[in-house]
């Protein structure tokens, strides 16, 4: 952790600051780390047949987590999910999930963050292709009646990949020898069916742009909320703003954070 914090720190030196000001950087610089608070949210976790079954303070539902992927891995989501000063949290005070919201969480993997979200939005769709996960977020969901689970993968095209099995960071690849999925578009799924959806996350390592170029009639009509990474690649948080404004010229535009290996920002979001 500290090559990463030293490696942020140039970054906001010498290169790009992405609008962090001394004082976030400085919080960053002496947080602690992510195992300490991590674990200052989970009240209990049980292993219990193939998953982990992990109970949070102040929040009654557990969460079911593979047993065969890492803890830490596990760790990471939590800090990113339960601390509003992550730079990879997914709801700033603009693109916070509201009661009336229809939801769609690209990239779910283990659901945390749609657990998180279930009980104040009106319906939640949990958009996963790694079969472990889904098989997780089933026993998770079961008792919901507004989450629909999409076992696919997403793009701006409609055909067929390969994702190998890497719990959180799982993406799509080229070659043989992975699980083969269906990928669709976010406009397959709800443009053509005149589903209305006013927010989107999206965390889909490194198929982010493509999935909101898949997207271009669903965000031109509704017009959501979105919350998107943009670390994965370098040129990401730029391409995205560019192509949202152009949807939807009234669209404000954030960026958040610095990602220790290029610089670039971690999170974009968009609101009107």
């Known amino acids: 952790m500290t090559k990463t914090r030293l490696d942020v720190l140039k970054h906001w030196l010498f290169k790009n600051k992405n609008g962090v000001l001394l004082k976030q950087l400085v919080n960053f610089f002496f947080d602690k780390s992510y195992s300490f608070k991590a674990k200052a949210k989970i009240n209990n976790l049980v292993l219990q047949n193939d998953y982990y079954i992990v109970y949070f303070k102040d929040f009654s539902e557990p969460l079911y987590y593979p047993k065969n992927f890492m803890l ?35 990239g779910a993997a283990e659901g945390l963050f749609g657990l998180l979200v279930v009980n104040r939005c009106s319906k939640l769709h949990l958009i996963e292709p790694l079969p472990i996960f889904c098989n997780a977020m089933k026993i998770t969901f079961k008792a919901k009646n507004n ?34 999925v269906e990928v669709t578009t976010l406009d397959k799924l709800f443009y053509e069916h005149g589903e209305e959806i006013t927010y989107i996350k999206i965390d ?6 493509k999935a909101l170029l898949g997207a271009e009639n669903l965000i031109r009509k509704n017009k959501p909320k979105i919350a998107v990474t943009t670390y994965h690649n370098s040129r990401h948080a730029e391409e995205i703003a560019s192509f949202l404004k152009l949807l939807v010229p009234e669209y404000n535009i954030l960026t958040k954070g610095i990602f220790q290996e290029t610089g670039s920002p971690v999170m974009l979001h968009a609101w009107i």
């Open 147 to 180: 989450v629909t689970i999409h076992p696919v993968a997403l793009s701006n095209e409609v055909t067929t990949s390969q994702i190998f099995e890497h719990d959180i960071s799982s993406s799509l690849a080229d070659g043989n020898g992975g699980i083969e």
């Open 72 to 106: 830490k891995s596990l760790e990471q989501v939590i800090v990113e999910s339960f601390y509003p000063n992550n730079w990879h949290y997914y709801e700033i005070p603009q693109t916070k999930v509201t009661n009336n919201d229809n939801v769609v969480d690209c």
């Open 204 to 209: 889909l390592e490194g198929y982010d742009y």
